[in-house]
């Protein structure tokens, strides 16, 4: 049985008005998204990567303007396969049949996007009451299994007690919960392991990874943490500039990367094994689009830049069957440009080491 397709976003294009004018922060963003598969959208902040997901979900913020572009979701439908442009629906109708209810959310602070007025068991409960109209009883017996499911236990207790009296891990669990809450098909992931330690974040992500495995949901998972991209996705769009600029398998983007970006992103990951005590940091400092006019937006950036990046921004090459490029560098008449041998050596021995774990 192949894959399923169920989000297609193509020529995506979003500016916000700002006191310097309007700046075009989504650039013809194009992405797939398929049923029990994990995407993830990586890049610096500022990159675009949570705009785009937000309009997904339809929060766009007063001055946002939306361009162009469509977001067509596939879903099933009294035993029928429909499909939807969403950004062609009303805020009100994306609220009542697709916002926590097909699609739900998972925002990067627990504290900020719980409600500290309410119980923990009234926010899990409370979109089955919206969405479902689910019973009282049923609802509760199902925010306890929820609780048990992203491993909380004393769910009898938990569900009186409010967000300030629960840890920094158990409130992004919490979250996870009421995103689970009423059986979506597609959970965004937006940095939902940033404020947390490395133990409790290991767990998240082994959290998201198992409940994905047993729902089948398919997971937009977006970080600017490449070590975190290893452990969780299938599929890799890199992101700079409010464009996808490298997109593949995971095994594409960590060992056949082929965009200088790229090569700084996975440089910049820390490496035990180095003998080096100073972490490499891409030079210079992403591009300020408001005052960008033409050409390549890394061009500033990129020491591998060809004088057209300054003209001309690349159109999309081509690699492979699943690995596509936005660089001039994989123009045919480009000089051959190999990345530096020291990433290309830790390519290798995360490759080596992976494959220990096969």
Known sequence: ??????????????????SQGSVEAIRGVNLDLYKGETLAIVGESGSGKSVTVKTIMGILANNQKL???VIDYKYEQNGQMTSID??????KEMRRKFNGKRIAMVFQDPMTSLN???TIGDQIMEGMFIHYKTPKNEARQKALSLLELVGINNGEERLGQYPHQLSGGMRQRIVIAIALACDPEILICDEPTTALDVTIQAKILELIKAIQEKTGIAVIYITHDLGVVAKVADYVNVMYAGRIIERGTVDDIFYDPKHPYTWGLLSAMPDVNTKSDKLYAIPG?????????????????????????KRIDPPVFQVSDT???????????????EMPPELQERLERMKLEASQYD
């Open 285 to 309: 400092n992403p591009p300020n689009l408001a005052h960008h006019k033409q050409g390549d937006p890394f061009y500033v950036r990129n020491e591998y830049a060809l004088n057209i990046d």
């Open 67 to 69: 361009n162009s572009g």
């Open 86 to 91: 969403l950004l062609k629906i009303s805020k």
């Open 1 to 18: 049985m192949g894959r399923k397709k169920i989000l297609e976003m193509r020529d995506l294009s979003v500016s916000f008005r700002t």
């Open 323 to 337: 690995h596509y490029v936005a660089s001039w560098l994989m123009h045919n008449n480009a000089p051959k440009i």
């Open 116 to 118: 500290p007025t309410m």
